[in-house]
């Protein structure tokens, strides 16, 4: 198995809702990341896990709360979210050495969110 | 600090024509170099990466070689296809963030 699998692929949402997103790998790959997409723009980095631990937090609200139950899962709840959260959420994973992420990212294919 | 620069889009290309997507880079160190690829409505792809000085990288009929001397990654294809119509990402891998350039639309028509 060598994919990132994101459920759900579409969502829409009201700024009163809470929902949440989900990403899953099988690659035993121990970094895993969440980033932001808008339209026509680069992804940016939201958090990264590593071995199960959150290591970075891009200063992302706190309407975005990221969990890592366990080394193939990773959520990103979602609550009172504003219309311009609306993007792509994309999931990524990669392998570690020495604490050091080797050799890039596997992306999943996104959960497009709209907030209404 | 790093960065990455690609070249401003759209390229706009006939079918078979040469592709070259420029890309350059700021960096302490030695970080890898992607390519990543993604078509409408999907999330990125791995295309093709180089880990070291004067590695090239090739995938699908496309090339880039890791510069350093020109801090540079160009990506080329020497006959494009309408299939290759997508945002072509340049990015570099320093310890645990992967950093993106700003995307180049390519749009091929047959």
């Known amino acids: 198995d060598t994919e990132v699998t994101q459920t759900p692929k579409h969502l829409v949402m009201g700024m009163t809702n809470k929902k949440s997103l989900k990403c899953e790998q099988h690659?035993?790959?121990?970094?895993m990341y969440w980033y932001k997409q808008k339209a026509k723009k680069p992804p940016e980095l939201m958090f990264v896990?590593?071995?199960?631990?959150?290591?970075i937090n891009e200063s992302v609200p706190s309407r975005f709360s990221p969990e890592c139950p366990n080394s193939s899962l990773l959520n990103l709840h979602l609550h009172a979210l504003q219309p311009e959260d609306s993007a792509l959420y994309l999931c990524?994973?990669?392998?570690?050495?020495?604490?050091?992420?080797?050799?890039?990212?596997?992306f999943g294919s996104g959960t497009r969110l709209t907030v209404v | 600090g790093n960065s990455v620069t690609q070249m401003e889009g759209p390229v706009t290309l006939s079918e078979e024509a040469f592709l070259t997507i420029n890309c350059t880079y700021t960096?302490?160190?030695?970080?890898?170099l992607f390519w990543y690829v993604q078509y409408p409505g999907e999330g990125l792809q791995l295309l093709l990466k180089?880990?070291?000085?004067?590695d090239k990288g090739s995938n699908k009929g496309f090339e880039a070689t890791y510069r350093k001397e020109t801090t540079s990654f160009h990506l080329e294809k020497g006959s494009v296809q309408v299939s290759d119509s997508a945002v072509y990402f340049c990015?570099?891998?320093?310890?645990?963030?992967?950093?993106f350039g700003k995307g180049t639309t390519l749009s091929v028509s047959s």
């Open positions: 690659m035993g790959h121990r970094a």
């Open positions: 896990y590593s071995y199960e631990k959150l290591s």
């Open positions: 180089a880990t070291k000085a004067d």
């Open positions: 990524a994973s990669s392998p570690q050495r020495g604490g050091q992420v080797v050799y890039g990212y596997t």
């Open positions: 990015a570099l891998q320093a310890g645990t963030a992967l950093i």
């Open positions: 960096a302490t160190g030695y970080p890898s």
